[in-house]
Each structure stands twice: as C-alpha cells, then as structure tokens.
C-alpha cells in the first residue's frame, strides 16, 4: 500500500481493510495495529501513510478522522468506518470493506481484461497484414517484373497500400495507438460501452449494489439510508436511475424484495433469493450471496467473450491472409501457365 496524490486503488483498500479487520477482531486497539502494519511495511510511502493516521488517532482516540485526514481513502469506506466505530461493530465492517474492495479490485481486473484483449488481438491482426503487405508484397512485383508482367487489379491495389504503408506507417501506428490508449480510458472511465459487453456491465452494477447492500445493511442501516449509499458506489446511470425508483417505492411503503423487482434490479432467482432472505431476516447475508454469484457470472461472461472473440480474430486474419495471397498467386500461376512454365 502506497501513498498517492488520490485515492487508494481496490487491491491497496482490500489489503488495508483486511489488515484492519484481523486486528480488531484479536482485540488488538486500532492504535497498537497500526503501529504493526507499519513495521511490517516494505517501502517508505506505506510508512509515512501508517505514520500519521497513527499520529492523528493518537489525537482523536478514533480511527475515522484519522483516515479520513489521510486523503486517500474514499468517502463510501469512510462513512462506514464511521458508522462502524458509532455502533462498536468495526471489527464486522472492516471485514465487509475488506470482502467489497476484493470484489471491486476483481472487476476491475475483469474490465480490463473485457477490454485489452481484443485491442490486443486487432493489434496483432494489424501488424501481420501491414508486414504482408509492407515486405511480402514488393517481393512478388519483383518476381512479376522478372516473368515480364506487372500486377493487376486487387494485387496492384494491395500493392499501393503496401508502398503508403511504408512511407506513412509510423503515423498509422501512432494513430492506432491514440485510438487504443483512447478506448480503454472511455471504457474505465464510463464514458462509452462496447456494444457486446452491455449484459456484462448490468452484472457488474448488479453486483456492486448487492455487495453495497450486503455492507450497509450489516452495519445497520435501514433500506433507505442503505439505498442512498450505494448511489455513491454505481457509477452508471441506467443502475442509479434504477436505485432511485428502488427508493421511491421504498419511501412508498412497498417491501424492499417487491421494490428491487419492481426496479429491474434484481430479478430470476436473485429475486427470489433476496424475498426469502427478507422474510427470515437476513438480507445482508442473502446480498453477499448475490453478489458472489454476480462476481462469478461476471467471470463466466468474459470468459464467453473471450472464446468468441479469439476464434473470430484468427478466421478473419486466415481470411485477409488468404486473400492477399491468392491475388497474387493465382496470376502468377496463370503467367507460368502460359509460359509452359507448369
């Protein structure tokens, strides 16, 4: 864990979070565990963090101002850090904060991996064709000069592209990895969707919520103040929109199960899951269920995308190939062929 100008990332939260969780729930006061998670510190930056919330709860006694003037922590882990020390149920929800940011950090991972992998595989694609059409076929115009002949039709137009490709090649990859460097951002900063990863986002806004819930209703908070929460935590829109109708209904009088069906938040067997949960009086525990099962559909989904998007980039790259190819071979089979070459 490392201090930095923002926030803490996912895995830097899950670390600190599970640290803290094993001290409290060994009795150990705040003060004393974080004065050991600094000695067990490797680099200066996590020392220097450790320090001064060690400083800051040796002023306060209470470790919420004290990560809250830290700077790095985010709002959401703050206010249930806070509820957490208000109520005497720390121990329970730096475990849960512990379990969320894992989950966090793992998506994370999911979306870039959702993301990189077929920038990659177009990459790759690129960079054959370009060297097909770069190297290989200014090799082939020689051989056609040698036999008296100049390419023709798709193979002098593939040509062409070839000698632009060498000339301006280095502004095409330039280009294409603005493109890429581009792409990536909008998708991890929402800003655009990849039309084939729509269902895959709706389960991480899904999970993410459930997790929330599981979270906050644990600390105990009611479904209200629980729902005004997560709106901090669902980045996208269509989700938050979602949640308020959630609340609404809520605020109304209808039951937390009936409101979450009603707003297309949950539905299918999650549903069904949470209104059992909501009548034996375990929700939070039912929510962590949900949100293990939507991590694990998150998974499966990539996976999926992945298996169709590989198969697909390598028949459209023996495609592109074979047809580079055949244009030239096929008139030059037809030249030695009336060469009595054959």
């Known amino acids: 864990m490392k201090q930095k100008q923002g926030q803490l990332s996912n895995a830097e939260l899950a670390a600190f979070f599970g640290q803290m969780a094993m001290i409290q729930h060994a009795g150990i006061p705040s003060v004393e565990g974080i004065v050991m998670m600094a000695d067990d510190a490797t680099d200066e930056e996590?020392?220097?963090?450790?320090?001064?919330?060690?400083?800051?709860?040796?002023?306060?006694?209470?470790?919420?101002?004290?990560?809250?003037?830290?700077?790095?922590?985010?709002?959401?882990?703050?206010?249930?850090?806070?509820?957490?020390?208000?109520?005497?149920?720390?121990?329970?929800?730096?475990?849960?904060l512990a379990d969320y940011y894992e989950r966090e950090d793992a998506i994370s991972k999911e979306i870039r991996s959702a993301v990189t992998y077929p920038l990659i595989m177009?990459?790759?694609?690129?960079?054959?064709?370009?060297?097909?059409?770069?190297?290989?076929?200014?090799?082939?115009?020689?051989?056609?000069?040698?036999?008296?002949?100049?390419?023709?039709?798709?193979?002098?137009?593939?040509?062409?592209?070839?000698?632009?490709?060498?000339?301006?090649?280095?502004?095409?990859?330039?280009?294409?990895?603005?493109?890429?460097?581009?792409?990536?951002?909008?998708?991890?900063?929402?800003?655009?969707?990849?039309?084939?990863?729509?269902?895959?986002?709706?389960?991480?806004?899904?999970?993410?919520?459930?997790?929330?819930?599981?979270?906050?209703?644990?600390?105990?908070?009611?479904?209200?103040e629980s729902l005004d929460m997560i709106l901090q935590l669902v980045e996208d829109e269509e989700a938050q929109k979602k949640i308020r109708e959630c609340r609404e209904l809520s605020v109304n009088g209808t039951e937390l199960p009936d409101a979450l069906a009603k707003s297309g938040i949950f539905s299918g067997l999650?549903?069904?899951?949470?209104?059992?949960?909501?009548?034996?009086?375990?929700?939070?525990?039912?929510?962590?269920?949900?949100a293990e099962r939507y991590q694990e559909e998150t998974q499966d989904k990539i996976e999926s995308i992945i298996s169709i998007i590989e198969p697909s980039m390598v028949a459209a790259l023996s495609l592109i190939v074979g047809l580079v190819l055949l244009s030239v071979i096929l008139p030059l089979l037809g030249i030695l062929s009336g060469m009595g070459g054959l």
């Open 46 to 96: 996590t020392k220097k963090l450790l320090a001064s919330i060690n400083e800051a709860i040796n002023e306060t006694g209470l470790l919420y101002p004290a990560l809250s003037g830290a700077g790095v922590f985010p709002d959401y882990a703050l206010n249930m850090i806070h509820i957490g020390e208000s109520s005497g149920n720390l121990d329970e929800v730096m475990s849960a």
């Open 122 to 224: 177009i990459g790759i694609m690129i960079a054959i064709v370009a060297i097909l059409l770069v190297r290989v076929m200014p090799v082939f115009q020689q051989v056609y000069r040698q036999l008296g002949s100049d390419m023709t039709g798709l193979s002098a137009t593939l040509l062409h592209v070839g000698n632009f490709l060498g000339s301006y090649g280095y502004l095409f990859l330039l280009a294409f990895m603005i493109l890429c460097v581009g792409v990536v951002w909008l998708v991890r900063r929402k800003k655009i969707r990849l039309p084939f990863m729509n269902d895959f986002y709706e389960k991480i806004s899904a999970g993410r919520f459930a997790s929330g819930m599981a979270l906050t209703l644990a600390s105990g908070l009611d479904t209200d």
């Open 270 to 290: 999650n549903a069904r899951l949470i209104s059992v949960g909501y009548r034996v009086g375990s929700v939070d525990t039912v929510m962590k269920k949900v």
